[in-house]
């Protein structure tokens, strides 16, 4: 079964409009950590932000927030004021495990595209 | 801070070649480093977790014997592909975090290999 879900395979926003891009995830551990990552075309993978499971606020990072529902299981990126350079794959990744046995899930991604 | 290079970045060669990718941590110790594999177009795939000092962990369909995995010191990891076929000719990303749980993964560059 899937543990990281990303339901968009791509997507399309005007610049400077606000972009939503979904994330469900499914552990049963009680600890674990979400991130998003921007993956550009080049290839390198950029960190944009974290959201822990106990945290009691949504993640923000300048114009990315994580609208993070635990009871649902989402932790959805929203990009405000898209860019052009914001076009990228955009991945949604979920920490899981204790200490030193801590591995990562990634979904299968988003591609975004922001439109002049 | 927290810059992982990745080594080569393109790797071009002919098949029964081994090729050796180079992970490092130029700022900080890992003690744990990630080795992902991605086709085009899709997700990250976790191939082992490579640990100093020790054997690494490899996920379940990935041949040790093909992917060689060695972590010799707190700030490099290296992943050795024996006799390359075509079929091994992919995108192989590494990754490392500090300690903490909710610090990223941060990763290289990533080095695409094409075994012709």
């Known amino acids: 079964a899937q543990k990281i879900t990303q339901t968009q395979p791509g997507m399309f926003v005007q610049e400077k409009e606000a972009v939503t891009l979904d994330c469900t995830y499914d552990?049963?551990?009680?600890?674990?950590?979400l991130f998003w990552y921007k993956q550009p075309s080049s290839g390198e993978m950029i960190f944009l932000i974290y959201?822990?499971?106990?945290?009691?606020q949504n993640a923000t990072e300048g114009r990315y927030s994580l609208n993070f529902q635990k009871a649902r299981k989402s932790a959805n990126l929203v990009i405000s004021a898209s860019q052009l350079g914001d076009s990228a794959m955009y991945f949604c990744a979920m920490r899981e495990g204790l200490g030193g046995t801590y591995k990562y899930i990634f979904g299968t991604g988003t591609r975004l595209k922001v439109l002049a | 801070g927290a810059v992982v290079s990745q080594h080569p970045s393109w790797v071009i060669c002919k098949s029964g070649t081994s090729v050796k990718i180079e992970c490092r941590s130029l700022?900080?110790?890992?003690?744990?480093m990630f080795w992902y594999r991605q086709f085009p177009k899709q997700s990250l795939m976790l191939m082992a977790t490579s640990n100093e000092g020790s054997k690494a962990t490899y996920e379940q369909g990935v041949e040790k014997d093909k992917f060689l995995i060695n972590h010799a010191s707190l700030t490099l990891s290296t992943l050795t592909v024996t006799s390359a076929h075509p079929e091994d000719s992919s995108f192989y990303i590494c990754?490392?975090?500090?300690?903490?749980?909710?610090?990223?993964?941060?990763f290289g560059d990533g080095t695409r290999l094409s075994i012709l």
């Open positions: 700022d900080f110790q890992a003690t744990t």
């Open positions: 552990t049963s551990d009680p600890s674990y950590g």
């Open positions: 990754s490392a975090r500090l300690q903490g749980g909710n610090q990223p993964q941060h």
């Open positions: 959201q822990g499971s106990y945290d009691q």
